[in-house]
Nanobody, 122 residues
Framework: VQLVESGGGSVQAGGSLRLSCAAS????????VAWFRQNSGKRREFVAG????????TYGDSVKGRFTISRDNAANTVYLLLNSLKPEDTAVYYC????????????????WGQGTQVTVSS
């Protein structure tokens, strides 16, 4: 399977973006999909996760109430809506998959996309 992220960009604080993670080669059925983010020199941070059946939705503490993860079965795509963006949300955002349930541990995800840059200016 290949994962391709898109939708990143540069916005001002308070703005919004919608990131997409499209899978090719197989469907997400039976898998969990998560978004992580990483700034240079920092560890990858769990942002949000969802099981492909739509359940088991979880968010990192720093984004709860501002970001929303969702999926489109027909398009085989997972989305991350980023609202009320802050400068500290600036990072490269990655999507990743693992069989079964979501969890916040990046080492347990075995397929990753190439990442998409989100830059938030104050």
């Amino acid at each position: 399977v290949q994962l391709v992220e898109s939708g990143g960009g540069s916005v001002q604080a308070g703005g919004s973006l919608r990131l997409s993670c499209a899978a090719s080669g197989r469907t997400f059925s039976g898998y969990a999909v998560a978004w992580f983010r990483q700034n240079s020199g920092k560890r990858r941070e769990f942002v949000a996760g969802i099981r492909w059946n739509g359940g088991d939705i979880t968010y990192g503490d720093s984004v709860k109430g501002r970001f929303t993860i969702s999926r489109d079965n027909a398009a085989n795509t997972v989305y991350l809506l980023l609202n009320s963006l802050k400068p500290e949300d600036t990072a490269v955002y990655y999507c990743a998959t693992r069989p079964g349930l979501t969890n916040p541990y990046s080492d347990e995800y075995n397929t990753w996309g190439q990442g998409t840059q989100v830059t938030v200016s104050s």
